[in-house]
């Protein structure tokens, strides 16, 4: 299966891949402030890449439920600085998670080959027609309302049908826009608008997403999940949770991981690969 990311075309048939998450937001609570300085963050991303990140993620706006909206002028402040660096900088490919337009379309111009965007649920097509015509990969992941009260209350009558259907519905939308099949991958959306309950059906389903014949991306770390099924309260001691559920979304055909720990992930993914039987010795 192959994943078009501008000049970029990604064979996702022989090995997952690794997305590294850089955080250049002051509340994330994960990695909060860690990299708000864009000398920091540049770091990071490097360091991320050397552990064998074949994607950095960068995101200015924190989505975690809750949080407050970002200005687009303070989101393109914390983005854009970083971006330029590493793109000057020869850093692989680039991915910038947004919501907005008008940052989705600053970062393209700086050399940006991914947009991700937790809400492909918009009505507004700018950021599609932008997808479009610049031919960047885009990640089109499912979230059940907005990220200041999704947890409120998440609802569905069957949530791997709902999540499914939206899938189907988007795939078509965005075909009729001129977006390229080759250019999209999707994502269940791990703890956006769900409920224990919700992503463990989705978890435990996630093989069924591959009949959409795109390919599937998959967010779990350190997330609260595990602090609902649990019980561990400090994200960063969340790891083998997350590698755990990781390794096995991998075994049901997911394609791209999306981790804060790149290391620990890519040593996890080179055990499985050696498993698979592929590497040969
Ligand atoms: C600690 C730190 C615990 C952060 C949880 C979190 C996804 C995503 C996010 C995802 C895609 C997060 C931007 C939430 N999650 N994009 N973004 N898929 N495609 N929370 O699952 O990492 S932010």
Redesign the pocket.
């Known amino acids: 299966m192959i994943w078009q990311c501008r000049q970029q075309l990604w064979d996702l048939s022989h090995r997952p891949l690794v997305?590294g998450?850089l955080?250049v937001t002051p509340d994330?609570?994960?990695?909060g402030g860690e990299y708000e300085d864009p000398s920091r963050a540049v770091e990071r991303a490097m360091t991320m890449v050397h552990e064998g990140a074949d994607i950095v993620?960068i995101?200015g706006e924190?989505?975690?439920p809750g949080a407050p909206e970002v200005s687009q002028q303070e989101e393109m402040k914390r983005v854009i600085p970083v971006l330029e660096r590493l793109v000057s900088a020869g850093c692989s490919a680039l991915s910038v998670?947004t919501r907005k337009v008008e940052v989705a379309r600053a970062a393209v111009e700086c050399g940006a080959s991914i947009i991700?965007?937790?809400e492909a649920s918009r009505s507004d097509l700018a950021m599609w027609q932008l997808v479009a015509e610049s031919g960047v990969g885009y990640?089109a992941?499912h979230m059940q309302g907005q990220p200041r009260t999704m947890q409120h209350a998440p609802n569905y009558s069957e949530v791997v049908s709902e999540v499914y259907a939206f899938f189907t519905e988007r795939l078509d939308a965005m075909h009729h826009l001129g977006i390229k099949k080759q250019q999209v991958?999707l994502?269940?959306?791990?703890?956006?608008g769900k409920d224990l309950s919700h992503n463990l059906e989705l978890l435990r389903s996630i093989e069924c997403f591959g009949k959409l014949e795109r390919p599937i991306?998959?967010?779990?770390?350190?997330?609260?999940l595990f602090k609902a099924l649990l019980g561990v309260e400090e994200?960063s001691r969340?790891l083998p949770a997350g590698l755990a559920t990781a390794l096995w979304a991998v075994n049901q055909g997911v394609k791209i991981i999306?981790t804060?720990d790149v290391a620990e992930t890519v040593q996890a993914l080179a055990m499985w690969e050696a498993l698979q039987g592929k590497n040969q010795l």
């Open positions: 997305m998450i955080n994330s609570f994960s990695d993620d995101g924190s989505t975690r998670d991700n965007d937790v990640v992941m991958v994502d269940v959306g791990i703890g956006f991306m998959l967010g779990v770390s350190r997330k609260s994200p969340r999306r804060h």
